[in-house]
């Protein structure tokens, strides 16, 4: 145990995996001891088109650590905030459990950009961009 994971007061232990297909390495995954955090946020799609009624994107909001990994144990809410012609109909504190949480946002009936602000406590955040647009 002590030779391959560590002790008490020594240094951590690194592992790292490599996915290879046809000689190639096509994937790798680190796991080792959590250094820091950062937030990454994407949405289903960055075109809103409003006609007959609104339109509505998902916001899909992670938390990861230095490797990439899902940070699991990260449990605390996030403040979504959107400038331009959408508003949010889901949670504006999203809360993200296990390090990953989500929120949804509509069309308001007008063209143009939106910046849509992702906020952790400490003060790391995360900004999308995207347009809407209105066809009558």
């Known amino acids: 145990y002590q030779r391959y994971v560590g002790n008490w007061g020594g240094e951590s232990t690194a592992f790292k995996f490599e996915a290879i ?10 796991k080792s001891t959590m250094t820091s955090i950062h937030l990454e946020a994407d949405i289903d799609h960055t075109e809103l088109k409003e006609s007959d009624t609104y339109d509505v994107a998902a916001i899909r909001i992670k938390v990861l650590d230095n490797n990439g990994n899902i940070a699991t144990y990260y449990n605390q809410p996030v ?53 809407a647009n209105v066809s009558v």
């Open 21 to 30: 297909k046809d000689g190639e390495v096509v994937k790798t995954v680190v």
């Open 79 to 131: 403040s979504v905030k959107v400038k331009g012609p959408a508003e949010i109909i889901g949670p504006k504190f999203a809360y993200i459990g296990g390090g990953m949480g989500g929120t949804y946002i509509k069309t308001t009936g007008e063209a143009g950009e939106i910046s849509i602000k992702i906020s952790m406590i400490d003060g790391i955040k995360s900004e999308i961009k995207l347009k």
